[in-house]
């Protein structure tokens, strides 16, 4: 059975840095896609990035392009999300996904495993 289990979530100010991590095990990942989703309260799950875990190639949201950085530790079966310059409206849970996705990959229903959550608060 797929697990992941997130971690490095926490308080930071506006414009500080945070790395989330994604512990992934229960099989090989070959072909898997993993993403990164958040959200907050009130709000509906909305995409962050995802990378293709063979080929490394990624996708960002606009809200994150160029302040957020995915990446994959395949001995370790990890995978991280590097998150700087951050904005009080980065606060949410965030959320490691897993899923043998073909097509684009931006949407929660094309992923069939899901971490805990961990939380990140920005404050202003």
């Known amino acids: 059975q797929v697990q992941l289990v997130e971690s490095g979530g926490g308080l930071v100010q506006a414009g500080g840095s945070l790395r989330l991590s994604c512990a992934a095990s229960g099989r090989t990942f070959s072909g898997y896609t993993m993403g990164w989703f958040r959200q907050a309260p009130g709000e509906e799950r909305e995409f962050v990035c995802r990378i293709r875990w063979s080929a490394g190639s990624t996708l960002y949201a606009d809200s994150v392009k160029g302040r957020f950085t995915i990446s994959r530790d395949v001995a370790q079966n990890t995978v991280y999300l590097q998150m700087n310059s951050l904005k009080p409206e980065d606060t949410a849970v965030y959320y490691c996904?897993?899923?043998?996705?073909?097509?684009?990959?931006?949407?929660?229903?094309?992923?069939?495993?899901w971490g805990q959550g961990t939380q990140v608060t920005v404050s202003s």
């Open positions: 996904a897993a899923g043998l996705v073909v097509g684009v990959a931006k949407d929660p229903d094309d992923f069939g495993f």
